[in-house]
């Protein structure tokens, strides 16, 4: 039958129908800010749609709520701080739950970054509750969803990537342990000023070290940068323990 529902990709047993969800999905949202935390939270449990939410503050808390909660998507505010190491995070951690970024800037750095740390819905600061059902039910179906801007923000993104030329093969994308050291520091929203602080270096030395891991990874951006070093396989559990 046409109309027959089916059962969504995320392996949890939701049965997606033409119009989405059958059945009120499991979420996980994580924000910082405790009054737009909770009043979404609040929110969100008074739709139909949603069943159960639970809630985190960062992604220390997140990661320990994912060890006995298996939802079917988790929500995160890009409005939190290091929200691009967390969503790295929650995607080490559970890598089969689509992640939908909130409150998401549009512009180039920031949509690429989260694409690449593996965010599989974007949810403008514009959005509405509508928008977040939709963008939801959509993820859930294993889909991409995003607007057309951020649509059209990605396609330029990989044009411009696959006119580049080929990377040498001698390891130009290669780390040195302190260029890992303050990498991990950028995406904890640290300035050059407090790197060179906490590392106990001369501030000049953080830009050196910034310069370099940007052409090692050939971006422009330090989140982009911290995007391109998950995406080389560094697990994010382990930029959250060491």
């Given amino acids: 039958m046409d109309d027959e529902p089916v059962v969504s990709g995320n392996g949890n047993g939701i049965r997606v129908g033409p119009l989405g969800p059958l059945a009120p999905m499991s979420l996980l949202l994580v924000d ?3 009054l737009a935390r909770e009043g979404l939270a609040d929110l969100l449990r008074r739709t139909g749609w949603v069943g159960q939410v639970r809630t985190a503050a960062d992604a220390a808390a ?3 709520c994912l060890g006995a909660f298996s939802p079917d998507a988790i929500l995160l505010s890009m409005a939190s701080h290091g929200g691009l190491w967390t969503l790295a995070a929650l995607r080490g951690t559970a890598p089969a739950t689509p992640v939908v970024v909130l409150a998401v800037a549009e512009t180039e750095g920031e949509i690429v970054a989260c694409a690449e740390a593996g965010a599989a819905g974007f949810l ?5 509750l ?3 059902e939709s963008t939801v039910a959509g993820v859930v179906r294993g889909e991409a969803m995003c607007s057309p801007r951020v649509a059209g923000l990605l396609l330029r993104r990989i044009t411009a990537m696959a006119a580049r030329p080929a990377a ?3 390891g130009e994308g290669h780390l040195t342990p302190r260029e890992r050291e303050v990498l991990l520091l ?3 929203g640290m300035t050059n000023k407090q790197i060179a602080l906490d590392l106990g270096i001369e501030v000049r030395t953080v830009k050196n070290h910034v310069h370099n891991l940007l052409e090692k990874l050939r971006v422009r ?3 982009e940068a911290a995007a391109r070093l998950r995406s080389a396989r560094v697990p994010a559990f382990e930029l959250l323990t060491d």
């Fill in 62 to 64: 997140a990661l320990r």
């Fill in 124 to 128: 403008p600061r514009y959005g509405t």
């Fill in 221 to 223: 951006h330090r989140g």
């Fill in 186 to 188: 950028i995406e904890q």
């Fill in 32 to 34: 910082d800010t405790n």
């Fill in 130 to 132: 509508d928008d977040l």
């Fill in 168 to 170: 040498p093969a001698h």
